[in-house]
């Protein structure tokens, strides 16, 4: 199998991250550093995908229409009545599905998941400002962005998207079968299907350069974003994390993993798994590109694009505050190569990190512990809810 163009060595953005950035901390817990020849054993994972949803998706959604597949994925959830017609079909991508592996452990899950409740505002910033603007350093996993007109849409959009998908599947008991965390995963599972399939469809993908979009190995890259990326993010931002909760949270991220059709032996169990397989896939990975620009560019004027401050200074100050974070949790080194510029007036957000600084003193404070999760979750839930009412009705208009 021939390796796709898009596969060679970085020599900028991560090579910079992992030798002069966060990532010097992040190799310092391994044993050894990973060797980037052998890389190359996940080469053949660009060409893999999620097949047992692309069926549905051909048999279901594509046949019938996108929102009527997935309002039938959602009975089917639900466990109300299917037409007959598409009954099968459905049992059998559910029956592909194992919502209780044997080696789920709840305890963990809930430790992951308070600490995502935990993160409060600090958590949506590092999503936000970290993870996604962070992703965007590499050509190629965007691509898919683009070919399904990301671009147009606006950053707006996926980032309410992005919030409410994160927001549902970490609340209490969200990731037991029946419950909203469930379906939120099973229906982005079916968005990537469907974005592939009409990728493919429409034949100007390159799959000699770039692998098949939505691949296997994309898809982990992803789930290490929310996870190890995430978790370094909240660090960064002087959060304190107990080792239980580092531990939950990837126990929770693999278990997302396997519901989103990632193969189980992939994801990793502890932090330095993830470190070692983050660091094959970012050396692996072409610098960004006129795409990536594009994508940042975006990203930082959301906040002018959206409905939410209601004025326009309000808005301008939001811009100028993720700037500061993107900067922070970035480096100037990438920002400068997404194009974001410098801020003075956005700093004011600092103190948001002293705050953090100081209030997690107090983290193994089990009472304090315990009001930092219900006041992290109702900002989730608040911040959330903005979205949808203010971004959300134009988004549909």
């Known amino acids: 199998m021939r390796i796709p163009e898009r596969f060679q060595i970085n020599t900028s953005s ?23 020849a052998d890389a190359g054993q996940f080469a053949p994972l660009l060409y893999q995908y999620d097949r047992a949803c692309d069926q549905l998706v051909e048999q279901l959604h594509l046949k019938i229409g996108f929102y009527q597949g997935q309002q039938l994925l959602k009975d089917a959830l639900a466990g109300r009545p299917i037409e007959p017609a598409y009954e099968q079909v459905l049992i059998k991508f559910l029956n592909t599905v194992d919502f209780t592996p044997p080696w789920l452990d709840w305890d963990k899950i809930e430790q992951g998941i308070e600490l995502s409740q935990r993160s409060g505002l600090s958590g949506l910033i590092v999503l936000r400002d970290y993870v996604l603007m962070g992703g965007y350093e590499s050509s190629a996993i965007n691509k898919p962005l683009i070919f399904t007109g990301a671009l147009k849409k606006g950053a707006v959009k996926r980032l309410t998207e992005t919030v409410t998908f994160w927001v549902d599947i970490t609340g209490d008991d969200a990731l037991k079968k029946g419950n909203i965390g469930i379906e ?20 100007q993908w390159q799959t000699e350069k770039w692998g098949i979009p939505l691949n296997t190995w994309d898809m982990l890259a992803t789930n290490l974003g929310f996870s190890l990326v995430y978790l370094t993010g909240l660090k960064r931002m002087k959060f304190n994390v107990l080792e239980n909760e580092v531990e939950g949270l990837f126990h929770v991220w693999k278990f ?37 620009l594009a994508l940042a560019k975006s990203l930082m004027e959301e906040p002018i694009k959206a ?13 100028e505050i993720h700037l500061y974070y993107n900067h922070y949790l970035l480096g100037d080194y990438s920002c400068s190569l997404l194009g974001l510029k410098k801020t003075v007036l956005g700093k004011i957000a600092y103190v948001n990190i002293l705050k953090n600084k100081k209030a997690n003193r107090m983290v193994t404070d089990s009472l304090w512990r315990k009001k930092q999760i219900d006041k992290g979750r109702k900002i989730h839930e608040g ?3 903005i979205y949808l009412k203010y971004n959300y009705p134009t988004l549909r208009s």
């Open 307 to 319: 409905a939410y401050p209601t004025n326009k200074w309000g808005r301008k100050l939001m811009r």
């Open 256 to 292: 997302i993993g396997t519901l989103l059709g990632i193969p189980l032996q992939l994801l990793p169990d502890t932090e330095e798994q993830a470190i070692e397989a983050l660091y094959y896939w970012t050396m692996t990975q072409q610098s960004g590109d006129q795409d990536s």
């Open 383 to 385: 911040v959330k809810g």
């Open 184 to 203: 939120a995963i099973l229906l982005t599972r079916c968005i990537h299907s469907y974005a592939r399939l009409n990728i493919l469809k429409h034949g």
């Open 14 to 36: 991560f090579s910079f991250y992992w030798s002069k950035g966060p990532g010097v901390d992040l190799l310092r817990k391994l044993p050894k550093k990973p060797v980037i």
